[in-house]
């Protein structure tokens, strides 16, 4: 089974950037789809971003395009979220989760596997 662990949380001011990394254990990380989630105080949880196994296709909310990039080196068993551009409303706790048949979705219970999160906070 896998297990998924977040880090490169922290407190940035806006305009500024974060790397957030996604670091897997068990067997057969390279076969699963990642996706990043957040959820902001008082908000629902969303989708932020998604990338295949491969890397080859990745999909983004309309929210984050052209400035969040998802990217992920198996060898290291790790998915990357590079966060530029930052803006007070990209604060939230953020996830990284699993989906075992390598199909990238914004649906959230199509993820079988989730972390604890990360803090991100931006401040104005």
Not at 4 to 12: A, C, I, N, Q, R
Not at 49 to 74: E, H, L, M, Q
Not at 98 to 104: G, K, Q, S, V
Request: hydrophobic share 35%; with cysteine; net charge positive.
């Amino acid at each position: 089974q896998v297990q998924l662990v977040e880090s490169g949380g922290g407190l940035v001011q806006a305009g500024g950037s974060l790397r957030l990394s996604c670091a897997a254990s068990g067997r057969a990380f390279s076969n699963y789809a990642i996706g990043w989630f957040r959820q902001g105080p008082g908000k629902q949880r969303e989708f932020v971003a998604a990338i295949t196994w491969g890397g080859a296709n990745t999909n983004y909310a309309d929210s984050v395009k052209g400035r969040f990039t998802i990217s992920r080196d198996n060898p290291k068993n790790t998915v990357y979220l590079q966060m530029n551009s930052l803006k007070p409303e990209d604060t939230a706790v953020y996830y990284c989760a699993a989906e075992l048949t390598n199909w990238i979705t914004k649906l959230q219970s199509q993820y079988d596997i989730w972390g604890q999160g990360t803090q991100v906070t931006v401040s104005s």
